[in-house]
Structures are given as C-alpha cells and as structure tokens.
C-alpha cells in the first residue's frame, strides 16, 4: 500500500512538472504571437520579419536565460532563485527591444500594445521581485497575459483561454513553487499591464 501510495505521488509530481514545462512563460509567448499572425495577419504584424521579431524577443531571449543557467555549473548552483532573476532580466530585455523595433519599424497598434504590455507586466514582476520581495508567480502572468491579449484582440470566446490557468495553479500548489497570493498576483498583473498598454497606444477598436 506504501508503495502504491509513492508511485502515486511520483506521478502526481511528474504531471505537475509537466503542466509547468507546457505552459512555460516563453511558449505562451509563442503560442500567442503564432495565434495573432494566424488570426489577424498584417493587423497583428505588419511583415513577416515584424513577427519572426516577436518570436526571438518574446520567446528565444527569455529562454536563454535559462539555457545559460543550466550550461554554467557554477551558475547553475545557485539554484532557481539565480535563475529566476535571469529570467526577469533577460524577459525585460527582450520586451524593450520588442517595444523599440515596434516603434522603430512602424509596427501596427496590436504589436505596440503586445510589447507594452509584456513590458509593464516584467516591469511590475521585477519590482516585486527584487524591491518588494514578493514572488509573483511568472508562470500564472506568462498564461493570463495571453489570454486577455486574446479576448481583447480576438474577441470574447478567449476568455475561455483563462481556464489554462486552473492547471497551471493546482501544479505550482502541488510542487511549492508559489502560494496562492503568489499566483493570484501573477494572474492580475498582466490584466492591469494591459489595460495601461491600451491607454497608451490607443484601443484598437
């Protein structure tokens, strides 16, 4: 019985892990800029290259961090808390050069408000992080973020997409990485960024 009730748990964590590493910040970054072009077209990237773009600064430079956290050992034994400040850095990073080539090259209002809003949102994680010491959660900010750039850009039926976020809670709760404030707060932030990208880029409709 013992033993049964250990594999049990070995499988629960596993899923747990595996739900984390499906939904992982950068591939919903992905998978969000994809539906965008898929859906929308020139009204969400203007060219090609605008969305080739999206997809380094959104999804390749943030994962990189974590890449550069696992090949260094003497980085990689300072644990996740390193490598989640890398992330944050490497995130933001990649939001300002989102913003400026946005800017830059003429992109259309979605892009702009796209990248704003994944600024604001890594903005306002870093000051949690690192002056209020508060860990909200960047897995439950990297879903709903997605999510309501859908509803907003794509129309209401992707509020359904927010439901993504019921697993993503029940995994971090199982493994202790975030208690529920965490993941709360890291649900909200991305609404609010959003709701400032909009006033200042403009509403789209």
């Excluded at 900010?141 to 993503?168: R, T």
């Amino acid at each position: 019985m013992e033993r049964i009730t250990a594999d049990a748990i070995r499988m629960s964590d596993k899923a747990a892990q595996a739900i984390r590493a499906i939904t992982a910040p950068h591939f919903m970054a992905l998978l969000l800029t994809s539906a965008l072009y898929a859906g929308l077209g020139s009204e969400a990237f203007i060219t090609p290259l605008h969305y080739v773009e999206s997809v380094f600064t959104l999804t390749l430079l943030p994962m990189l961090s974590y890449l550069i956290c696992r090949a260094v050992p003497s980085l990689k034994r300072r644990g996740r808390k390193l490598e989640r400040s890398l992330a944050i850095i490497f995130s933001v990073i990649g939001y300002v050069m989102g913003t400026a080539f946005a800017l830059v090259g003429n992109g259309t209002r979605l892009e702009l408000t796209l990248y704003l809003t994944y600024l604001i949102s890594g903005i306002l994680t870093a000051i949690c992080s690192f002056v209020f010491k508060f860990k909200a959660s960047g897995h439950t900010c990297g879903a709903s973020g997605p999510a309501a750039m859908l509803s907003y850009a794509m129309g209401p039926v992707y509020l359904l997409s927010f439901a993504i976020l019921i697993p993503i809670f029940a995994s971090s709760l199982k493994l202790e990485r975030h208690n529920l404030s965490q993941l709360i707060a890291g649900s909200i932030v991305p609404v609010v960024a959003l709701i400032a990208a909009i006033l200042i880029a403009g509403p789209l409709f």
